[in-house]
Every structure is written in structure tokens, then in C-alpha cells.
């Protein structure tokens, strides 16, 4: 089954440069990278906490924490990601997808 139709602007972005090679692989990992700072935004959100809170809990600086928050970040490690759960008595749970056009080469 083909994937749904995309009304967010991607889908004109892919007719453009779908074909190009790693483009796919790129799309993924900005998905990725993206999707892991907005996990951490709303995880700081929902405890209540600025960068600095958290930053304090988590035994590193704000800066650290924004640039974690920032979707062109893709240096995530799961050690760090452990580390913020713990901080705010969360645990951190991993997926994965099955669509193809997804997939970090």
C-alpha cells in the first residue's frame, strides 16, 4: 500500500529531488534528528523545566540541552538520551518503522 498522501510541503520537496542519490537517506535522518529534539522539548515541556532545569538535573549545561532541542542536531547518543529520562524519572523506549522512505542509510 503506497504511503498516504503529504500536504506539509515534503511532497513537492521529493517530486524535486526524490531521484538524487542519498536523498532518501538524508530525509530520513533530518526525520530522525528532528523527531528525537522535539521529544526532548516536550519531555521538558511536560516536567516543567527550562534548558537550565533540566540541564541542572541532568549534570550538564543549558547549552548542551538546546543544542539537543535544535532539529539539525544529529549527534543524539542514547547515553545522553538515558540521562535526561533518568533526570525527570522517564525511561527512553526505541521504535522502529516499517515504511521504507523512513529508513537512516
Known sequence: MPPAPRND???????????????????????????VAQAIYDLRERHGLTQKGLAARVGTTQSV??????????????????R???????????????EAERTVA
Open 9 to 35: 510541503g515534503t511532497a513537492a520537496i521529493d517530486e524535486l529531488f526524490g531521484e538524487t542519490p542519498g536523498w532518501a537517506g538524508a530525509m530520513g535522518a533530518a526525520q530522525v534528528a528532528g523527531g
Open 65 to 82: 540541552i538546546a543544542r539537543l532541542e535544535d532539529a539539525d542536531h544529529e549527534g543524539h547518543s542514547l547515553r545522553m538520551l538515558a
Open 84 to 98: 535526561i529520562a533518568a533526570a525527570v524519572g522517564e525511561r527512553v523506549t526505541i521504535a522502529f518503522s516499517g
